[in-house]
């Protein structure tokens, strides 16, 4: 493994970490406490670990992230795709509407 590839891996960690956050985030409130710090907190720290993992990659010659432009194209198509399936979990009763 060198050093890209272990960088990756830790990516992965990070990544399920966030997974982590968010699914007691939902369990158990933003606001719940675990070990002084609440559920947004360990949200926040956790998608800082990533960044800070995107970056030591960036370091690497790895960019993981797309060019300005292309992002915020992509952002637009995400943003599209994300409400069609609010709206779709909306029609199956899944979804509160507002
Ligand atoms: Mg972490």
Same mark, same amino acid.
């Given at each position: 493994?060198?050093?890209?590839?272990?960088?990756?891996?830790?990516?992965?960690?990070?990544?399920?970490?966030? /997974?982590?956050?968010?699914?007691?985030?939902?369990?158990?409130?933003?606001?719940?406490?675990?070990?002084?710090?609440?559920?947004?907190?360990?949200?926040?720290?956790?998608?800082?670990?990533?960044?800070?993992?995107? /970056?030591?990659?960036?370091?690497?010659?790895?960019?993981?992230? /797309?060019?300005?432009?292309?992002?915020?194209?992509?952002?637009?198509?995400?943003?599209?795709?994300?409400?069609?399936?609010?709206?779709?979990?909306?029609?199956?009763?899944?979804?509160?509407?507002?």
């Amino acid at each position: 493994m060198n050093k890209k590839e272990y960088l990756l891996v830790k990516l992965i960690e990070e990544l399920s970490e966030v /997974q982590q956050a968010v699914s007691k985030a939902l369990e158990f409130s933003l606001e719940d406490l675990y070990e002084g710090k609440s559920n947004l907190q360990y949200i926040r720290e956790e998608l800082s670990d990533v960044e800070i993992v995107i /970056q030591l990659l960036f370091e690497e010659g790895f960019d993981v992230t /797309q060019g300005d432009t292309e992002h915020t194209l992509y952002s637009e198509d995400k943003i599209k795709k994300i409400g069609k399936w609010m709206e779709y979990a909306k029609e199956k009763g899944c979804l509160e509407s507002v």
